[in-house]
């Protein structure tokens, strides 16, 4: 299985629920990644996320997503990354602002932000994988 541009993620976490990401762009050195707030409900399926609900921006690798452990519960529209990322900015760069995260650290960094795992567990990286203006947990 494999992701692309708009799909949704469906990650679980230590709870037994599963958390919302979604695809903005599909590129040689991985996905990225807009991270939501947002829980599923088993069974439901996901709707659309407006800017606001992402807290953070990463690139990831695919391997949970071809091991089937993160789940594509659907696909929609993107909301424009304009104001969220200066993406042809930091693609020209090589996307310096952007390091590759394993899936692990994805799944931890979801679990804090809902209070499932400590915050403080990789240092001060949950902070910077945050987009700015969003509150921590």
């Given amino acids: 299985m494999s992701a692309l541009q708009a799909d949704f993620l469906s990650i679980p976490l230590l709870d037994g629920s599963r958390a919302l990401a979604q695809v903005f762009e599909v ?27 992402f807290v953070a921006l990463v690139f990831t690798t695919p391997d949970a997503i071809v091991s089937g452990l993160w789940m594509i519960p659907g696909f929609d529209q993107l909301p424009p990354l304009a104001g969220m990322v200066d993406y ?38 949950f902070d910077r994988m945050t987009r700015p203006g969003v509150v921590r947990p």
């Fill in 27 to 53: 590129e040689d050195r991985g996905l990225f990644t807009g991270l939501t707030g947002q829980k599923l409900a088993e069974g439901q399926s996901p709707s659309p996320c407006p800017q606001s609900d």
């Fill in 88 to 125: 042809p900015g930091q693609r020209a760069l090589d996307f310096p602002d952007y390091p590759v995260h394993d899936p692990a650290v994805i799944e931890a960094y979801l679990n804090a932000l809902h209070g499932l795992y400590d915050w403080t567990a990789f240092g001060d990286l």
